[in-house]
C-alpha cells in the first residue's frame, strides 16, 4: 500500500505524471468529499517529496478509483456457473496480475488446461470479511497501517 509513481509518454495519451497511493475500503463504493481532500493532498505531499524543485506545481487532476482486493490475496479465474468465466481481484498487483486471470479464464472457456489455469485453480476461496462495522474498521486500519509502514518510499 505504498506509492506508485509513474510517467506516462505522449504515445500512452499524454505527458504527466501519475501518482498511486491512498487506498480505503469502501464497500459502498462512494468516497466522500473528506476523503478525496485527503487523498489530493497527499497526492501533491508525495509529488513534492518526489520532485522537491517542482514543490507547489498545481496538480492538474486527482481522482480516485475502484481496486478489487480480497482479504486471503487470492484472485479469481474460473467458470462461476456453467457459462460465464470470471477473472477478477488483482489485489493491487496490476497489468500483469489481471492480464494472467484474463488469461485463465480465458484457457478455460475454450477447454484448455495450462500452468495459469493450475495456479489459479489451486488457490484458496477467497475468505470472507467480518460483519460491518467490524470490516470496515479493521479494513481500514490495515490499510493505514500498510500506508505508514511504507513510509515515504
Known amino acids: ?16 505524471i501519475i501518482t ?21 493532498a497527499v497526492h501533491a505531499r508525495k509529488f ?7 514543490a507547489g506545481v498545481k496538480q492538474e487532476y486527482t481522482w480516485a478509483g475502484h481496486l478489487c482486493l480480497t482479504r486471503n490475496a487470492v484472485s479469481i479465474a474460473r467458470e462461476l456457473e456453467p457459462g460465464p468465466f470470471a477473472a477478477t481481484v488483482c489485489n493491487g498487483l496490476g497489468i500483469a496480475r489481471s492480464t494472467l486471470t484474463g488469461i485463465a ?3 478455460l472457456a475454450m477447454g484448455l488446461t495450462s500452468d495459469v489455469t493450475r ?13 460491518k462495522p467490524f470490516s470496515t474498521l479493521g479494513a481500514n486500519a490495515f490499510l493505514r497501517f500498510k500506508e505508514w509502514r511504507a513510509g515515504r518510499e
Request: with cysteine; charged share 25%.
Open 105 to 107: 479464464a480465458a484457457e
Open 48 to 54: 513534492a517529496d518526489r520532485f522537491p524543485q517542482l
Open 1 to 16: 500500500m505504498g506509492t506508485t509513481m509513474r510517467r506516462i509518454d505522449t504515445a500512452l495519451g499524454g505527458n504527466r
Open 20 to 40: 498511486r497511493t491512498c487506498a480505503s475500503f469502501l464497500p459502498e463504493m462512494e468516497a466522500s468529499d473528506a476523503a478525496l481532500k485527503r487523498t489530493a
Open 119 to 131: 495456479h489459479f485453480a489451486g488457490e484458496a476461496e477467497p475468505a470472507k470479511l467480518p460483519p
